[in-house]
């Protein structure tokens, strides 16, 4: 009888031990959201530097560290046209501390194809900021001078018009697609690990388009015009280019971006995250030098993400279909 009481009480020792431990970690969970951030927090590109990720994320630094105090360190893992980032997030530390860049349609098209490495609803996003138009970009001395020019150029000889964009499956990929379905035209699309290299393409004459945003137009308005902006109105920055529409191309679309962290990462730091970014893209300087480089800025917190995401994978599904992703 000793023995078995000894047992018992030995037993619950151990459970109140488990439980006190318990209890402290969900303290320290929750002193830590409160505290939250008290160090740097690395922020990863999923694609090479000088794209509109990149350019969006080193605006958000300073403002970051005026909110939180501490730095917003920024760093490349491109290829894959994302993929490989992305695939590699829900191994890193969960603690809040490490962010990742995502964008729309790329996280939900890629895995309705071949397996990337990842899935869409693996993916923790917490926050979408900004949407930027697709444009059918050309250089200044471009001899295409309207769009009208470089439809006939390749209807002339399909094929032959040479267009850079970031990578495939992307917005940029879609946006080629479906031109060349509207205009009856072919091309030949040239995907590049994000808009910066693509964009470098188009300045060293590798091609003679590209397909990116009002955004680069916006950062090479000495170097660069926009034939046509898919967007339903003409962008304010921009009152001079036409849209798709005006031009008779039923063509609307762009990039969405936002930020991930890994999936074990704690519920009140996410929230917290999702709150410090949001409070940024509040922010009426931030906002202006946002609109001034072409962005459209939204507004999308982590409790809204679900049905954010759900809206768009409705809408990316019937691209798929269109692009012969999935049947």
């Known amino acids: 009888m000793r023995q078995i009481r000894f047992k018992t009480l030995k037993t619950f020792a151990l459970l109140g031990g488990l439980l006190s431990a ?61 993929a490989v980032g992305w695939s590699q997030l829900n191994e890193m530390d969960g603690d809040g501390y490490t962010i990742m860049g995502t964008n729309l349609p790329h996280i939900i098209l890629k895995p309705m194809g071949k397996d990337p490495g990842f899935k869409t609803e693996d993916l923790k996003n917490f926050y979408y900021f900004h949407y930027s138009p697709d444009a059918l970009i050309v250089s200044n001395d471009s001899p ?35 031109f060349e ?18 964009v470098t393409a188009l300045l060293g004459g590798q091609v003679q388009a590209e397909w990116g945003y009002t955004t680069v137009a916006a950062n090479h308005s000495d170097k660069v015009r926009m034939l046509a902006v898919a967007a339903d109105e003409r962008h304010p920055q921009f009152p001079d280019v036409p849209t798709f529409k005006e031009l008779g191309y039923d063509l609307t679309g762009g990039a969405y971006r936002g930020m991930a962290v890994p999936k074990g990462t704690p519920e009140d730091v996410t929230k917290k995250l999702s709150d410090i970014f949001g409070q940024i893209n ?27 995401m759900a809206e768009r994978r409705k809408e990316y599904e019937k691209v798929a279909r269109e692009m012969g992703i999935i049947e």
Request: charged fraction near 25%.
């Open 181 to 198: 379905s509207l205009a009856d035209v072919k091309t030949t699309y040239i995907p590049f690990k994000g808009t910066g290299a693509a």
């Open 144 to 178: 295409f001078e309207t769009l009208d020019d470089l439809v006939a150029a390749a209807k002339e000889a399909p094929g032959s018009v040479t267009v850079s964009g970031s990578g495939t499956q992307s917005a940029n990929d879609i946006a080629n697609r479906r």
């Open 22 to 82: 318990a209890t402290f970690a969900g303290l320290a969970t929750a002193a830590g959201a409160e505290d939250f951030p008290d160090r740097k927090i690395q922020y990863i590109i999923p694609f090479g530097p000088g794209g509109e990720s990149d350019i969006s994320a080193r605006l958000q630094q300073k403002y970051f560290q005026e909110i939180t105090g501490q730095k917003l360190i920024i760093q490349y893992m491109a290829g894959g046209g994302g």
């Open 282 to 308: 509040q922010d009426p300087e931030f906002r202006e030098k946002m609109q001034e480089l072409g962005f459209v800025l939204i507004d999308v917190p982590y409790a809204e993400m679900d049905e954010f």
